[in-house]
């Protein structure tokens, strides 16, 4: 018996249809915008470098200052490829994973940054039964230096090692916790040689704007072209072609065998919104045997003044051993925020990848992500978090999440987010892609259960961010009866950069 097809079609014909009226809405800001190119290119000026300007995000590595023929300033070598969405400087949220700036000079043409950082995280019951020995708590400090080096205005060499010492204080099983020395990033960036273009080659940073596709490190060749509004990237990449730990060789179960192959086409129009076009084409090295192709579009900005909306939807096609791929997501939302003291916002959201309902036949409905997304963001806070569950944290994959929020701003640099989720499985089924959680379900229920994060993110000192989160996951009837008691997390996170 063949899936009925309708549900993830109309969801993905409303999701285009909301992009089509948003976009009708900000075309006469698009008119102005084109009248006046110089605005357009504000955000690339040299300005920017420093925090006066940009105070908000001292982790986004600071752009060149060295101009071209033409007056437009080059492309930040540093940052990701992937185009902001917004052609001014713009509030963003702390970004652990963010680069370190590099601006405190240590020789000819060589630049110095970094930031030191602890971590503590708390993981309890996450085998929804109760056990008193099912607790981890790791701390983790974490020195990361990064090193620039621009000896002319073609050229710039960027590394950032990071060195951390995880320390457990409650595990669950007894793992020895070892030091770990590793090559975060490492890549020679060719620029100015074509007026837009800029070529990047080594370990560097993927990322799209909701970390739906890429937050991950990996080692590529990535060719890079902006003109005015418009951007295109392309490029080839690998995870870990080259060891990452310096100490320890350790292999992921996913991904690593992996050769992504990825395009992606942006457009900006009017003053905060962007949609963006996408490809991507997994080579698997190792068995030969999986090969999907993601196509989809993501879309974010303003609706109204103080109403954002999202959309990213994909379908996936391809082939896994003999069975076709052909699966199908859709993840939207909008975001009101409320004038006063506070700017109180209100958040509702909805995700639904397909799953498989006849896993026996030769045909795999079911989306998959890349393997390398992160699904994190914000909605109006300073600080990012997993907008899937801070605790369950799935893939997309076989799975409706429903999500509400609601959240303050007591001050420019600080905020809090509660945020609510409400879980189903498109087909019931034995288990939970990219989960933390050590019981799996019964597929017996669609009924997964529900989760309350509490996130809070703190940036008034300079140069010191603070994060906090909370989280407790609720299960369902997804789940056996004597797997009914909650899991609960707790993280807290203190870094200072130098720079």
């Given at each position: 018996?063949?899936r009925k ?5 109309l ?12 976009f ?6 698009l008119?102005?915008?084109?009248a006046?190119p ?11 470098n420093?925090?006066?300007?940009e ?15 033409s007056?437009?300033?080059?492309f930040?070598p540093?940052?990701p ?7 001014v400087?713009i ?5 652990p ?6 601006t405190?000079?240590?020789?000819p ?17 996450y ?18 230096p ?13 590394a950032?090692?990071?060195i ?8 669950t ?15 020679l960036?060719l ?10 080659v080594?370990r560097?940073?993927f ?5 739906w596709?890429?937050?991950e ?6 060719l ?24 320890n060789?350790e292999?992921?179960?996913t ?28 080579d698997?090295?190792?068995?030969d045997?999986?090969?999907p ?28 051993g003999s069975r ?5 997501a859709?993840?939207v ?34 989306f998959?992500?890349?393997?390398f ?9 300073v600080a990012r ?10 893939r ?33 089924s034995?288990s ?9 379900t019964?597929?017996?229920s ?20 603070t ?11 997804a ?7 909650g ?13």
């Amino acid at each position: 018996m063949h899936r009925k097809p309708c549900i993830p079609r109309l969801i993905l014909s409303a999701a285009f249809a909301l992009w089509l009226t948003d976009f009708a809405h900000a075309a006469p800001e698009l008119t102005v915008g084109a009248a006046n190119p110089s605005a357009a290119s504000s955000s690339d000026g040299s300005s920017i470098n420093t925090p006066a300007v940009e105070p908000l995000d001292p982790n986004t590595p600071p752009k060149p200052t060295i101009s071209t023929a033409s007056g437009k300033e080059p492309f930040d070598p540093n940052a990701p490829l992937m185009p902001t969405t917004s052609p001014v400087p713009i509030k963003e949220p702390f970004d652990p994973n963010a680069p370190p700036r590099t601006t405190i000079p240590i020789g000819p043409n060589l630049t110095f940054g970094g930031f030191v950082e602890l971590q503590a995280d708390t993981k309890r019951g996450y085998s929804l039964n109760t056990q008193p020995d099912d607790a981890t708590s790791i701390f983790t400090p974490k020195l990361s230096p990064a090193f620039s080096y621009d000896p002319n205005r073609y050229l710039q060499i960027y590394a950032n090692p990071t060195i951390e010492t995880p320390v457990a204080f409650e595990e669950t099983v007894d793992n020895t916790q070892t030091p770990a020395v590793k090559l975060n990033l490492a890549f020679l960036t060719l620029k100015n040689i074509v007026d837009g273009v800029r070529l990047q080659v080594g370990r560097q940073r993927f990322i799209d704007t909701k970390r739906w596709l890429f937050n991950e490190s990996m080692d590529a060749a990535r060719l890079a072209y902006q003109y005015e509004n418009i951007s295109l990237e392309l490029s080839a990449s690998r995870f870990s072609l080259f060891q990452t730990d310096l100490l320890n060789r350790e292999r992921k179960d996913t991904g690593e065998t992996f050769i992504n192959y990825y395009s992606y086409l942006n457009y900006k129009f009017g003053k905060k919104n962007h949609v963006g076009l996408f490809a991507i084409y997994q080579d698997e090295q190792l068995l030969d045997r999986k090969h999907p192709i993601f196509f989809g579009i993501q879309s974010d900005g303003k609706i109204f003044k103080d109403l954002k909306y999202w959309i990213q939807t994909a379908i996936v096609r391809g082939t896994d051993g003999s069975r076709h791929i052909r699966g199908e997501a859709i993840d939207v939302g909008l975001t009101q925020v409320f004038g006063g003291a506070l700017e109180p916002s209100i958040t509702v959201g909805y995700a639904y990848g397909t799953g498989d309902g006849n896993p026996n036949d030769n045909v795999d409905t079911s989306f998959r992500q890349t393997g390398f997304q992160g699904n994190s963001d914000k909605f109006n806070g300073v600080a990012r978090f997993k907008y899937y569950g801070e605790v369950l944290d799935p893939r997309l994959t076989n799975l409706m999440i429903f999500t509400g929020g609601v959240g303050i701003r007591p001050g420019e640099k600080t905020s809090f987010d509660l945020v609510y989720h409400y879980y189903l499985q498109d087909h019931a089924s034995t288990s939970i892609r990219g989960s933390d959680l050590t019981t799996d379900t019964t597929g017996l229920s669609k009924y997964v259960g529900s989760e309350v994060d509490l996130v809070a993110g703190y940036q008034e000192i300079a140069a010191l961010q603070t994060k906090f989160v909370l989280g407790y996951f609720i299960p369902g009837r997804a789940f056996t009866d004597t797997s009914r008691d909650g899991a609960f997390l707790a993280s807290i996170l203190f870094r200072y950069n130098f720079y």
